[in-house]
């Protein structure tokens, strides 16, 4: 059969239903191949949003998404996809067409050497230059992108490797020299952690992303109740533990809780789980290891002692390392404590900031918008967002309670992520809500996949909080440099109402708390895409706030 053929029935060997996609020269035979195929193609207007889609597809279902563009431009317009997913270890596949092989390195019409360009942003890149391979080659990029630590991966197909015949294999199995993705965790190392963790007065554990990669929702509470210890999150760890439980505290950092950035600067111990020690986590490295003890758990042995020094390292699936400390500790007959000082301090502060933390006054402050989604949205609905102050007040004031149910990008920040992903996370569990948190900066970006969301049927909200500004910009340039404003104004958007009615989507402006209530309502029923836009003072700020290269300890408060 034809390499293209093999493409595809490779491609629904591996389970896939729905690939992200834009067609174009160099890749036309595997779209006349995915004609006859069972895969359902949905059309995107860029190539960066059929990344974007793949990924909140990847994240929603744990599960590569899959996306395809052509070569040269096509191609190079799906790296800031790349890039993203890998920084957040989400599972994708990026397949893309490459001119013909003859004609690779000879400066052919649209050729970009997309694996040379892309192998810094992905976690592996294969190009087949001859049609047998290609069965091997999905199947390798499957078990590289959704194993061990997820990653993307690029599978660059030269058009004539497409259209050549050939007998084809299709393995059940791979191997891959050098890639040993390490699961299973020492039992020692284990034990060890168990002893830290039950010698120290101030014990916190930290959640990062990883809890929520790996499915360890139910672990990470067994293990937090058994032992009474308070939870705080990385933003990429938030909705890791349920934000409504009693010993949840909260994102920390940068954006972070009051009470969980005060608490984890006066903790002795941290168990870190699935957690890279990001500096918009944990502020300074010096300062946040100076009296802490620090037990990390992680899939990638890369991680271990990369950001933080550490004291006891146990590497492996960290769902699996949670379910050996349970076992383990189950052995040890605990008795939990009536008496326990550090937990009725962790609640005094957490009081203490949940009542007396100022918000803005507005009717439609940042606060009061996302408590009311909160409100109104069913716990179990999946919620994205860009990247801005938008994001970083969903971090404050939107209590995620239905664990693994909320998605953003972390690592690279990309703008324009939050709306495409939405879209993937719809495909991926059509019978949820979608919600995209979006600030208008970032939706500009990407607001032209209202075209794939209506006509692919792919209902989802947009919650614009529109502050007509490039918020955290302007933000940073109000408290760093003095209000000398520029490149934020964003004064001539378009009107978002019309924009959406455009498309054939719902635009509904709400002006009120009531108005919004009513809008989120109307979205949540409609079987079309609704951008709510939603009216705030262009003048609040995002607080707490720790500034770039400072502690936790210094916390910016709202006065």
Known sequence: MSGARALMKALEKEGVKEVFGLPGGANLPMYDELYKSNIRHILVRHEQSAAHMADGFGRVSRKAGVCFATSGPGATNIVTGLATAQADSSPMIAVT?????????????????????????????FQPREAGEIPEVVKKGFYIAETGRPGAVLIDVPKDVQQNEAEMVFPDE??????????????????????????????IILAGGGVIISGAFSELQSIAEMLMIPVVTTFKGKGAFPENHALSLGPIGMHGHAEANKLMTEADCVLAIGTRFSDRSVGTFEEFEKNLKIIHMDVDPAEIGKNQTTHVAVVGDVKASLRIMIKLLMKRALKK??????????????DYWRQNLKIHPGELSAARILRKLREVLPKEAIVTTEVGQHQMWASLFFDVIHPGTFFSSTGLGTMGWGFPAAIGAKTARPDLAVVDIAGDGSFNMTENSLATSVLENLPVIVFLVNNYSLGMVA???RTFYERRMIGVDQKNCPDYVKLAESYGAQGIRAQSLDELGKAIKAGLKSDVATVIDIPIDPEEDVLPFVAPGTPLKDMILPS
Do not use: C
């Open 97 to 125: 067409g490459q001119v013909p092989v003859k004609m690779i390195g000879r400066d052919a019409f649209q050729e970009s050497d997309i694996i040379g360009i892309s192998n810094p942003v992905v976690k592996y890149a």
């Open 475 to 477: 933000q940073w340039q």
């Open 174 to 203: 791979v191997r891959i020299r050098g890639y040993h993705p390490w699961t299973d965790p020492d039992i020692v190392e284990t034990e060890r952690a168990i002893e830290m963790l039950l010698s120290a007065h101030k014990p």
């Open 337 to 350: 404590s009536d008496d326990n000082v550090w937990i009725k301090h962790v609640n005094e502060v957490r």
